[in-house]
């Protein structure tokens, strides 16, 4: 499994997850013809120090969010156990960046947290 985010929008996530660093910021991912686009960003408050929090009933309804994004303060992008219980009941995929926030420490994960492979598209 593959999936496609454009370029601009995995930067921007990396300068954002930068400059939340050593908090943790999330959002939702929106996605057009395939490809990942464009985040909301889940505002300040919803999510704690050691793990982010997403509230669903806070969740925009919006059709077009296909998965979510999240920044650890460490350097693994690997989902702990709360990311896991909340990648199954929201389905999609599930973006993590890990510190120091460059492309190799992003990985992305199905609703089971196994890794699928991210495309970057131009
Ligand atoms: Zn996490």
Redesign the pocket.
Known sequence: MRVKIRRELLEYLLELAKSFYPR?VAGFLRMKDGVFEEVLIVPKGFFGES??YFDLTLMPHDESIKGTF?S?PSPFPY??E??LMFFSKFGGIHI?AAFPYDEDSVKAFDSEGREVELEVID
């Open positions: 943790e793990s982010v999240h650890h989902p702990s709360g990311d993590i």
